[in-house]
Protein backbone atom coordinates (compact mmCIF):
# COMPACT_ATOMS: atom_id res chain seq x y z
CA UNK A 1 0.00 0.00 0.00
CA UNK A 2 1.64 3.43 -1.03
CA UNK A 3 0.60 5.80 1.77
CA UNK A 4 1.81 9.57 0.32
CA UNK A 5 -0.11 12.48 0.37
CA UNK A 6 -0.02 12.75 -3.75
CA UNK A 7 -1.43 9.16 -4.04
CA UNK A 8 -4.74 9.92 -0.87
CA UNK A 9 -5.41 13.27 -2.99
CA UNK A 10 -5.57 11.36 -6.07
CA UNK A 11 -8.09 8.44 -5.14
CA UNK A 12 -9.86 11.75 -3.26
CA UNK A 13 -10.36 12.97 -6.42
CA UNK A 14 -11.30 9.54 -8.43
CA UNK A 15 -13.73 9.56 -4.92
CA UNK A 16 -14.87 12.43 -5.02
CA UNK A 17 -16.01 12.18 -9.17
CA UNK A 18 -19.12 9.73 -8.28
CA UNK A 19 -19.48 10.90 -4.74
CA UNK A 20 -20.31 14.44 -2.94
CA UNK A 21 -19.73 13.92 0.52
CA UNK A 22 -16.72 12.44 1.99
CA UNK A 23 -16.97 10.90 5.92
CA UNK A 24 -12.94 10.45 7.27
CA UNK A 25 -15.09 7.74 9.55
CA UNK A 26 -17.36 5.78 7.04
CA UNK A 27 -15.54 6.25 3.72
CA UNK A 28 -12.19 5.74 4.76
CA UNK A 29 -11.86 2.08 3.35
CA UNK A 30 -13.20 3.81 0.17
CA UNK A 31 -9.26 5.22 0.23
CA UNK A 32 -7.98 2.20 2.00
CA UNK A 33 -8.83 -1.38 0.59
CA UNK A 34 -6.77 -2.57 3.32
CA UNK A 35 -6.01 -0.94 5.93
CA UNK A 36 -2.38 -1.56 8.27
CA UNK A 37 -2.47 1.53 10.22
CA UNK A 38 -5.62 3.15 10.93
CA UNK A 39 -4.70 6.10 12.98
CA UNK A 40 -1.35 7.17 10.61
CA UNK A 41 -3.96 6.76 7.39
CA UNK A 42 -7.06 9.50 9.19
CA UNK A 43 -3.96 11.36 9.76
CA UNK A 44 -3.21 11.66 5.89
CA UNK A 45 -6.89 11.63 4.95
CA UNK A 46 -7.43 14.74 7.35
CA UNK A 47 -4.01 16.26 5.52
CA UNK A 48 -5.31 15.41 1.66
CA UNK A 49 -8.87 16.36 2.17
CA UNK A 50 -7.26 20.05 3.85
CA UNK A 51 -5.69 20.15 1.07
CA UNK A 52 -9.15 20.24 -1.12
CA UNK A 53 -10.46 23.21 1.48
CA UNK A 54 -7.21 25.18 0.40
CA UNK A 55 -8.37 24.85 -2.99
CA UNK A 56 -12.23 25.33 -1.85
CA UNK A 57 -12.91 22.21 -3.71
CA UNK A 58 -14.99 20.70 0.04
CA UNK A 59 -16.47 22.46 3.08
CA UNK A 60 -15.62 20.70 6.24
CA UNK A 61 -18.67 19.72 8.28
CA UNK A 62 -19.15 17.91 11.64
CA UNK A 63 -22.60 15.96 11.54
CA UNK A 64 -23.29 14.71 15.24
CA UNK A 65 -20.05 14.55 16.25
CA UNK A 66 -18.36 12.71 13.03
CA UNK A 67 -16.63 14.84 10.11
CA UNK A 68 -17.28 15.15 6.62
CA UNK A 69 -16.41 17.24 3.88
CA UNK A 70 -18.77 18.21 1.07
CA UNK A 71 -18.29 19.37 -2.25
CA UNK A 72 -18.62 22.58 -2.75
CA UNK A 73 -19.46 21.89 -6.80
CA UNK A 74 -19.12 18.58 -8.78
CA UNK A 75 -15.37 17.92 -10.19
CA UNK A 76 -16.52 17.88 -13.32
CA UNK A 77 -17.13 21.70 -12.93
CA UNK A 78 -13.70 21.81 -11.19
CA UNK A 79 -10.69 23.44 -13.78
CA UNK A 80 -7.32 24.01 -13.77
CA UNK A 81 -4.67 26.15 -16.07
CA UNK A 82 -1.66 24.52 -16.13
CA UNK A 83 1.78 25.89 -18.19
CA UNK A 84 3.55 23.82 -20.31
CA UNK A 85 6.74 24.66 -22.64
CA UNK A 86 6.40 24.98 -26.51
CA UNK A 87 8.66 21.90 -26.37
CA UNK A 88 6.12 19.56 -24.47
CA UNK A 89 2.85 21.23 -26.17
CA UNK A 90 4.62 20.16 -29.55
CA UNK A 91 5.45 16.79 -28.52
CA UNK A 92 1.07 16.32 -27.00
CA UNK A 93 -0.03 17.35 -30.56
CA UNK A 94 2.94 15.10 -32.05
CA UNK A 95 2.19 12.15 -30.39
CA UNK A 96 -2.24 12.97 -30.60
CA UNK A 97 -1.60 13.47 -34.44
CA UNK A 98 0.49 10.86 -35.03
CA UNK A 99 -2.12 8.62 -33.47
CA UNK A 100 -5.04 10.27 -35.19
CA UNK A 101 -2.92 9.36 -38.62
CA UNK A 102 -2.82 6.01 -38.04
CA UNK A 103 -6.36 5.93 -37.05
CA UNK A 104 -7.40 7.37 -40.78
CA UNK A 105 -8.62 10.21 -38.36
CA UNK A 106 -6.31 13.12 -39.41
CA UNK A 107 -9.23 15.92 -39.62
CA UNK A 108 -9.45 16.38 -35.80
CA UNK A 109 -5.65 17.17 -35.58
CA UNK A 110 -4.77 19.23 -32.92
CA UNK A 111 -2.42 22.30 -32.95
CA UNK A 112 0.69 22.74 -30.57
CA UNK A 113 -0.27 26.50 -30.02
CA UNK A 114 -3.55 25.71 -29.20
CA UNK A 115 -3.87 22.40 -26.59
CA UNK A 116 -7.45 22.56 -25.25
CA UNK A 117 -8.81 19.58 -23.24
CA UNK A 118 -9.55 17.73 -26.50
CA UNK A 119 -6.30 17.05 -27.14
CA UNK A 120 -5.45 15.93 -23.69
CA UNK A 121 -8.35 13.50 -23.81
CA UNK A 122 -6.62 12.16 -26.54
CA UNK A 123 -3.44 11.54 -25.19
CA UNK A 124 -5.13 10.20 -21.82
CA UNK A 125 -6.90 7.46 -24.31
CA UNK A 126 -3.88 6.60 -26.51
CA UNK A 127 -2.43 6.09 -22.87
CA UNK A 128 -4.95 4.18 -21.58
CA UNK A 129 -5.01 1.79 -24.59
CA UNK A 130 -1.25 1.37 -24.20
CA UNK A 131 -1.75 0.24 -20.64
CA UNK A 132 -4.72 -2.46 -21.50
CA UNK A 133 -2.33 -3.71 -24.37
CA UNK A 134 0.17 -4.39 -21.44
CA UNK A 135 -2.29 -6.22 -19.06
Do not use: W
Amino acid sequence: MELTIQHIINKLFQYFIDNSLFSLEENHSDIFELSIEPELERSALLKSLEKFEEQQLVIRLEIQGQLVFLLNKPLQQYSQTIQISGQTACRVANTVNNALIRCGNSEQSVNSMELNERAIEMLLQLGEAAIATTD
